[in-house]
């Protein structure tokens, strides 16, 4: 029997009736006592208030809205904590309610799919990873382990100072200091310095130029730290308006790379030298430990690169204080 039209168009505003009634009672029911803040526009939320630097738009807003502040990030509700009493509630009063990180395109595509600590969700795996950078890879007898390696590359570093300051020309010290603590980084790490033309010659050539090396670090900082707007506005990522997950595809592949090229490299050192193996770096305690038959999560290949990525990382502000703590 064929409906006549009047029915189906009752029928869509019976339905639409029902569900702003749904929406509506849905609403009165959750009232909830919000952070003040700027009133969001439709689509975009308080986006249009955050510049090319996003830490210093937020400053602002906190100055006129108060240490504790609600913005919204497109589809997205963000609560803002600005004053130390802010970051005491939520980094450790409140600490495990706000463990968990949002899935990101940053996550996604340059952490190996959040297998890395930093945006992994919480979870075994999560706490996993916490215990193992805590007791094994960042900690104190770990680090202190390495202090021959700081010791050579200062002694590198005021060489190196020495003889351009002979030149008669002004010397910039930042690049200097870039470069000792990146070759600190990648010797604790890597188990060698990617930055050396001469030592990657003397080794054969490597997977890498030390200006690509560089590039990939940079790259990988500046991406981690972007706001993309296809995060806050899900429909809108296909689109990629900013370019950015392209350009994390791109960094992916290329560290994705460089990194199977190192971890091969140091698990077929394991395999030639058999039983009287000796961890040298950071790379081959992770193959110690995926080896580990007692772990609660099992950390594949993808892991060890994920946790080798961020560790090159994560290292630059420690070797810089352990730097200084050499020349004592």
Not at 61 to 70: A, H, I
Not at 111 to 131: C, E, F, L, V
Not at 193 to 213: N, Q, W
Request: aromatic share 10%; net charge positive; glycine share 6%.
């Amino acid at each position: 029997m064929e409906l006549p039209p009047w029915a189906s168009f009752l029928g869509v505003v019976l339905a639409t009736v029902m569900l702003l009634k749904a929406l509506t009672g849905r609403r009165s029911r959750r009232m909830y006592n919000l952070p003040p803040g700027p009133k969001p526009w439709p689509i975009i939320g308080n986006l249009d208030l955050v510049g090319a630097l996003p830490h210093r738009s937020i400053h602002e807003l906190s100055r006129k809205y108060g240490p504790l502040m609600q913005l919204r990030f497109g589809s997205f509700p963000v609560v803002v904590g600005s004053s130390v009493d802010m970051a005491k509630f939520f980094l450790k009063t409140h600490d495990v309610v706000f463990t968990d990180r949002p899935k990101t395109a940053a996550g996604k595509y340059t952490t190996y799919n959040y297998r890395d600590i930093t945006w992994s969700p919480y979870g075994a795996y999560w706490r996993q990873a916490r215990k193992m950078c805590l007791t094994e890879l960042f900690s104190a007898k770990r680090l202190e382990s390495y202090e021959y390696i700081r010791a050579a590359e200062v002694r590198v570093l005021l060489r190196d100072l020495h003889s351009a300051s002979g030149s008669g020309r002004a010397v910039m010290l930042k690049d200097y200091l870039s470069t000792v603590s990146l070759n600190v980084i990648t010797r604790m790490v890597l188990g060698k310095k990617y930055l050396d033309k001469e030592e990657a010659a003397a080794a054969g050539g490597s997977v890498t130029t030390p200006e690509e090396f560089k590039w990939m670090l940079d790259e990988l900082f500046l991406l981690n730290g972007v706001l993309n707007i296809g995060d806050s506005i899900p429909w809108l990522d296909w689109m990629d308006l900013q370019g950015y997950i392209k350009r994390m595809k791109k960094l992916s592949k290329m560290f994705d790379r460089f990194l199977e090229h190192v971890v091969e490299e140091h698990h077929q050192r394991r395999l030639s030298e058999g039983k009287g193996f000796v961890a040298k770096d950071m790379v081959d305690v992770l193959l110690q430990i995926a080896d580990d038959p007692t772990l609660e999560v099992e950390l594949d290949r993808e892991s060890v690169k994920a946790f080798t990525q961020v560790s090159l990382s994560s290292l630059p502000s420690c070797s810089r204080i352990l730097l200084l703590r050499s020349q004592n």
